[in-house]
T-cell receptor
Framework: DAGITQSPRHKVTETGTPVTLRCHQTENHRYMYWYRQDPGHGLRLIHYSYGVKDTDKGEVSDGYSVSRSKTEDFLLTLESATSSQTSVYFC??????????????FGPGTRLLVL | GESVGLHLPTLSVQEGDNSIINCAYSNSASDYFIWYKQESGKGPQFIIDIRSNMDKRQGQRVTVLLNKTVKHLSLQIAATQPGDSAVYFCAENIIGTASKLTFGTGTRLQVTL
């Protein structure tokens, strides 16, 4: 599991409330990612980080923000949750695979339901 | 934009038979491909990868084939076991751009006894 944990694993919240998901890694990886997974779609990148305080937007970043104040933690915040953000959220890290390519490895996921 | 295309069929295979899961990709610039396995309620798990300078790569009971001419890759699982039941999806990338991984939607593999 590449030393990745996500918390909480399940959450139910109401529309309009802020939500923060946490990804924690223990192996000092530089790159971390947040994806969402929905039926009929492949994994879609929300935001990613390439170092402490260095982040960038992905394909579906609207309504989400991230922070990375230390190497091991990457936080995803839904500023004001909407029902369209009901999804399964995966954190990933990447590490060099055989020295030439960054391969991504995933955490166990957080299932979020916005009512 | 370009994306990895993978229809979401359900492939039913008898235990002990070989399984073949297919994936089409559309970005001709992609030069690195990965297969992931995702069991119910879990995160995607890396299975095997292949670079575009290779046509075939083998792992333990799995083989990935790449046909760049028709932009197609496949995952072959030998002697399929009940534990192989999962959703399998491919992903494409350009070497050196870790953030640009693009995923297909997946194929569900059901192993019957």
């Amino acid at each position: 599991d590449a030393g990745i944990t996500q918390s909480p694993r399940h959450k139910v919240t109401e529309t309009g409330t802020p939500v923060t998901l946490r990804c924690h890694q223990t192996e000092n990886h530089r790159y971390m990612y947040w994806y969402r997974q929905d039926p009929g779609h492949g994994l879609r990148l929300i935001h990613y980080s390439y170092g402490v305080k260095d982040t960038d937007k992905g394909e579906v970043s609207d309504g989400y923000s991230v922070s990375r104040s230390k190497t091991e933690d990457f936080l995803l915040t839904l500023e004001s949750a909407t029902s369209s953000q009901t999804s399964v959220y995966f954190c990933a890290i990447s590490e060099l695979n055989k020295g030439w390519q960054e391969t991504q490895y995933f955490g166990p996921g957080t299932r979020l339901l916005v009512l | 934009g370009e994306s990895v295309g993978l229809h979401l069929p359900t492939l039913s295979v008898q235990e002990g038979d070989n399984s073949i899961i297919n994936c089409a990709y559309s970005n001709s610039a992609s030069d690195y491909f990965i297969w992931y396995k995702q069991e119910s309620g879990k995160g995607p798990q890396f299975i095997i990868d292949i670079r575009s300078n290779m046509d075939k790569r083998q792992g333990q009971r799995v083989t990935v084939l790449l046909n760049k001419t028709v932009k197609h890759l496949s995952l072959q699982i030998a002697a399929t076991q009940p534990g192989d039941s999962a959703v399998y999806f491919c992903a494409e990338n350009i070497i050196g751009t870790a953030s640009k991984l693009t995923f297909g939607t997946g194929t569900r593999l059901q192993v019957t006894l």
